[in-house]
């Protein structure tokens, strides 16, 4: 059973900046894309970050624009968010997602970011 394992989640102040990684325990085949939720505070819907496809086209949320990158090794299964210029609003818990053309999308367990002074 293929796991997807995230870290890099943390505290960091106003302004600061924080790298996620996600991480496919095991291979996963034609993948359509791949990408970042997020969901605060807990209850509230999971919101859109992020995504990348196989082809390397990304697609943002307004929110994040201009301060969040994401990024990818397709051979390895693995994504990545750089979050710059952090705001307390960007606090919650990140999950990636990994989506194939074909059966089932894959989550991670999520991560814990807060943005406080």
């Known amino acids: 059973q293929v796991q997807l394992v995230e870290s890099g989640g943390g505290l960091v102040q106003p302004g600061g900046s924080l790298r996620l990684s996600c991480a496919a325990s095991?291979?996963?085949?034609?993948?359509?894309?791949m990408g970042w939720y997020r969901q605060a505070p807990p209850g509230k819907q999971r919101e859109f970050v992020a995504?990348?496809?196989?082809?390397?086209?990304?697609n943002y949320a307004d929110s994040v624009k201009g301060r969040f990158t994401i990024s990818s090794d397709n051979a390895k299964n693995t994504v990545y968010l750089q979050m710059n210029s952090l705001k307390p609003e960007d606090t919650a818990v990140y999950y990636c997602i990994i989506s194939p053309y074909y059966g089932r999308d894959y989550w991670g367990q999520g991560t814990q970011v807060t943005v406080s002074s």
């Open positions: 095991g291979s996963i085949f034609s993948v359509n894309f």
């Open positions: 995504t990348i496809t196989s082809g390397g086209s990304t």
